[in-house]
């Protein structure tokens, strides 16, 4: 680790971010996935905690727990009451541990609740940096410019929304407290079977390399540098390894990329330490004029189901493998371009491309 890496602490309001995610956009159970990559750019996540009753987000409860997520109980059967105990606790923790770990320098919030407005402010009087994260639909006009930075997790890499029927906000509420819940018969315990691990994927070194770049590049003040590149990359996958990939060494897997035109080198400030970058004119290229051949063969497609026409012809497409994130951002450097046109439809709730006249 580096003087410059950032030491950040992870608290989550989990079922603002959770209830928020799943009526905004359609994505149930929350993935905490893109949260933790963004966070992976922008230092070293030393601390995670997330805050709920747990009795409600079971299948979420796992996930967290493979994102080494420490779970805090905090039941919600007494209402209202309970559920300002639990921001209560929250924000004395994050407090407690700005106190106890001076070498922290990051805390990142995860709500869209403006009740953590103070929270926020305290952080800062600390001189702590606070990165906020919340669904858009659900986050409080309050506490964005509060914060130094806000992430909001619709728009992160690898955040597969689906269109949502629009419909007035309401507030969900956890089941009324006055209502006991009905006895159920003692079962016996059934001990599960042991599952089998599936077997590991085998990663695309060059889309991990090309989201990852492009995430440095969106925060980076400067040229990213080829070691600050691979700390992101091994921060997002502790298990990353070069000579899996037939390379033996980082420098050698840049090089091999850079002869694919996936990146460009450039000599950086040490020797043997090159600034990483984009080349202007690359392979992505091809894949615009995929995506300009299939929407002008369909006419006026609908975002939704586009990205599996483009795989039709071209199985193997994908565009993070060009450093977009999502289908979305690729399609909007398509219209960026002038290849395409987006407008949205209230009618669809959806994306409608178009070739330009």
């Given amino acids: 680790m580096t003087s410059d890496d950032e030491r950040i602490a992870l608290f989550l309001d989990y079922e603002n971010l959770a209830i928020g995610a799943r009526d ?205 590149l691979k700390r992101a990359i091994l921060r997002k996958d502790p298990t990353f390894d070069e000579s899996d990939h037939g390379y033996r060494g980082f420098g050698e897997l840049l090089r091999g990329l850079a002869e694919q035109g996936v990146i460009v080198l450039t000599q950086g400030s040490a020797q043997g330490d090159p600034a990483v970058d984009f080349p202007e004119h690359g392979p992505d290229s091809s894949a615009f004029a995929l995506l300009t051949d299939v929407v002008a063969g369909l006419g006026r497609p609908q975002l939704s189901g586009l990205k599996d026409q483009l795989r039709k012809r071209s199985p193997d497409f994908s565009e993070k493998r060009y450093g977009f994130g999502g289908f979305l951002a690729f399609a909007r450097a398509a219209s960026a371009r002038g290849l395409v046109d987006m407008e949205w439809s209230d009618d669809l709730g959806d994306w409608v491309l178009s070739i330009p006249a």
């Avoid at 929304?161 to 003692?186: F, I």
């Avoid at 085998?202 to 400067?222: H, I, M, P, W």
């Fill in 24 to 228: 905004g956009l359609g994505v149930s159970p929350f993935d905490l996935g893109p949260v933790a990559d963004a966070l992976a750019e922008r230092g070293r996540v030393v601390t995670r905690r997330a805050y709920a009753d747990w009795s409600y987000f079971d299948e979420d409860r796992r996930l967290l727990v493979r994102h080494q997520v420490e779970l805090i109980e905090l039941p919600q059967r007494m209402g209202a009451a309970r559920k300002n105990a639990a921001d209560i606790k929250m924000a004395v923790d994050a407090i407690e541990l700005a106190y106890e770990r001076g070498f922290i320098t990051t805390f990142a919030i995860g709500t869209g609740d403006s009740d953590f407005t103070p929270l926020v402010h305290k952080l800062r009087e600390m001189d702590k940096r606070v990165i906020g994260i919340g669904v858009q639909s659900s986050t409080s006009a309050l506490l964005p410019p509060a914060c130094d930075e806000f992430l909001f997790y619709d728009r992160l890499p690898g955040v597969d929304a689906k269109p949502v029927p629009r419909r007035g906000r309401q507030r969900a509420a956890a089941p009324p407290a006055s209502t006991p819940p009905e006895p159920v018969e003692p079962v016996a315990a059934v001990e599960p079977e042991p599952e089998e691990e599936p077997p590991a994927e085998r990663v695309d070194v060059a889309k991990l390399v090309a989201s990852t770049l492009a995430g440095l590049q969106r925060t980076a003040d400067g040229p990213v540098l080829g070691s600050r």
